[in-house]
């Protein structure tokens, strides 16, 4: 999907113990790693849904002919959608794509870390990654949405360079948090953002991804999203 904006997605505290001379301390064996906070929003207005097309299109049987689908999406919807025949009513349904990804370059946006330049690659450890969400009037639930990281060539979930680190459970319409959730890390979550974070000269983007499914029982998404993600992590040489 184009550029949804979830309200600031990465959050982390970065204090580096520097000598007076600007190297760091040999005495000092970690430190707090903030990055500068970064902002999505899930907006529906981006799918530019035609709200006839949709709905002739959701009420279209497909049992034999199912590409008509694909066809009847083209209509309803400008940008990053595809349709599918539903195998349990035979008529059609509207995938909206949701895709987006700031860029991350910890040198840049942390001039603390210039002062240890010399060194290829810290020591990261994940302290608590949590998720917010702060403002919400879409009127449908949005689904689990994956966290990804990839390199900066890789701009999509779909991007085989993407490796999953974490997910946001499905939030219900309307629905806002009061305090920070804990995100829920995959298997290798952890991992893959923290081999990230180690090449911190390397800079890398962060990804959302997900895909909302409108179907003739449900209705076209209107209004938008914002969430803001927060990563605590602390790193050594």
Same mark, same amino acid.
């Given at each position: 999907?184009? %550029? ?9 505290? =970065? ?12 005495? *000092?064996? %970690? ?14 207005? %981006? ?10 299109? =959701? ?39 949701v895709s987006l990804f700031q860029p991350i370059d910890l040198v840049t946006e942390k001039p603390e870390l210039k002062s240890i330049n010399d060194e290829p690659v810290i020591k990261v450890e994940i302290d608590s990654v949590n998720y917010e969400v702060e403002s919400n009037t879409l009127n449908v639930a949005?689904?689990? @949405?994956?966290? +990804? ?17 974490? *997910? ?6 309307? @629905? ?19 081999? @990230? @974070? %180690?090449? +911190? ?6 990804? *959302?991804?997900?895909?909302?499914? *409108? ?14 993600? +927060? ?7």
């Amino acid at each position: 999907m184009t %550029n949804f904006n979830l309200r600031s997605l990465l959050f982390t505290g =970065l204090a580096v113990g520097v000598s007076g001379c600007g190297l760091i301390d040999s005495d *000092v064996t %970690n430190f707090d790693l903030t990055l500068p906070a970064k902002s999505f929003t899930i907006d529906a207005m %981006n799918w530019q849904v035609d709200q006839s097309a949709a709905t002739a299109m =959701l009420s279209t049987s497909c049992g034999s002919m199912p590409a008509a689908c694909m066809t009847a999406a083209a209509s309803a919807c400008r940008t990053d959608c595809t349709g599918t025949c539903s195998s349990e009513t035979s008529t059609c349904e509207l995938h909206l794509d949701v895709s987006l990804f700031q860029p991350i370059d910890l040198v840049t946006e942390k001039p603390e870390l210039k002062s240890i330049n010399d060194e290829p690659v810290i020591k990261v450890e994940i302290d608590s990654v949590n998720y917010e969400v702060e403002s919400n009037t879409l009127n449908v639930a949005t689904p689990e @949405m994956t966290v +990804y990281v990839a390199p900066m060539s890789a701009m999509s979930p779909k991007d085989p360079q993407a490796k999953a680190i974490g *997910v946001i459970p499905a939030t219900p319409a309307g @629905m806002t948090t009061s305090v920070p959730q804990m995100l829920q890390f995959t298997p290798t979550g952890r991992a893959e953002l923290i081999a @990230m @974070m %180690n090449n +911190y000269k390397t800079p890398f983007n962060i990804i *959302v991804g997900s895909s909302l499914t *409108v179907s003739s029982s449900s209705m076209v998404p209107n209004g938008k999203l914002e969430a803001v993600v +927060y990563i605590k992590a602390h790193a050594g040489l």
